[in-house]
């Protein structure tokens, strides 16, 4: 799961009262949000195995989506999703067949964008037809094998941290980052609070990884705060490998 606590949602679905033509468009206008919900927790959450039957098969065809999807190429094609907002009683519009949704995008590195999505009816559903975020053209780099490592290692911490799961953190922690601090066990919630605060979201520079042996640093920014009282910290994380695993070593987003 992916910042599944950062999403952030203005949900009014459509009443469905009034009768004949008007409950029916609700009813349409009520599924149309339902599928586009659906489609952006999906590519929150990197879904992938579920991506591709919520494309029309135009969309399939016409932007040469890989099949099967990999969580690499929906990276390369969008990047990481941390929240998106939009009304469907206000961003939501219903054209027969067809709806459109404007929306507002956040991703990492890109900051918060305006974006539209299409979805069309196709065999009783609605399904994607266009999508102004995705660019499929973009292909994955290449990587070294230990950078993708780290980086995948560093983001599910960082993903622990925002969500508040203090078991997996406390986990992944280097034995001698524990002895440094004197952690014998998992925060509680309210002790890890008064550790970390509330972290919005999280942002790095995968590129900027700097792997030695089995050590590796990057820089990493975290925002604190709640909306529309927000405040960023950037510091260098280190992580060190055990056996398969790599753990964080120095993190100083922790205040003791």
């Known amino acids: 799961m992916l910042l599944s606590l950062a999403m952030l949602l203005a949900l009014t679905l459509p009443s469905l009262s009034g009768c004949g033509g008007e409950e029916q468009e609700a009813s349409q206008s009520?599924?149309?949000?339902?599928?586009?919900?659906?489609?952006?927790?999906a590519l929150g959450n990197q879904d992938v195995g579920n991506l591709r039957s919520m494309f029309t098969r135009g969309y399939l065809e016409e932007n040469d989506v890989p099949d099967p999807i990999g969580v690499d190429h929906l990276t390369a094609a969008l990047g990481y999703v941390l929240s998106y907002r939009f009304s469907p009683d206000q961003d939501l519009v219903l054209e027969g067949d067809r709806s459109v949704v404007h929306m507002e995008l956040e991703v990492t590195g890109r900051g918060t964008?305006?974006?539209?999505?299409?979805?069309?009816?196709?065999?009783?559903?609605?399904?994607?037809s266009s999508f102004t975020a995705l660019d499929?053209?973009?292909?994955?780099?290449?990587?070294?094998?230990?950078?993708?490592?780290?980086?995948?290692?560093?983001?599910d911490f960082l993903i622990a941290c925002v969500d508040g799961r203090t078991d997996y953190i406390f986990e992944h922690l280097s034995d001698d980052y524990r002895q440094k601090h004197r952690l014998e066990k998992p925060w509680t919630s309210t002790e890890f609070s008064g550790v970390f605060g509330t972290a919005r979201s999280y942002d790095f520079d995968p590129g900027e990884i700097k792997v030695e042996n089995d050590a590796a640093e990057v820089d990493v920014t975290i925002e604190f705060g709640t909306r529309g009282n927000?405040?960023?910290?950037?510091s260098r994380v280190r992580l060190v490998k055990k056996g398969k695993t790599w753990l964080v070593d120095v993190f100083p987003f922790f205040i003791y």
């Open 30 to 41: 009520e599924a149309a949000s339902k599928a586009a919900i659906a489609f952006l927790d």
């Open 113 to 128: 964008r305006e974006e539209t999505l299409v979805l069309s009816r196709e065999d009783g559903e609605w399904k994607v």
């Open 136 to 155: 499929w053209s973009k292909k994955p780099a290449g990587k070294p094998e230990a950078r993708t490592e780290v980086e995948q290692a560093l983001r």
């Open 230 to 234: 927000l405040e960023s910290e950037t």
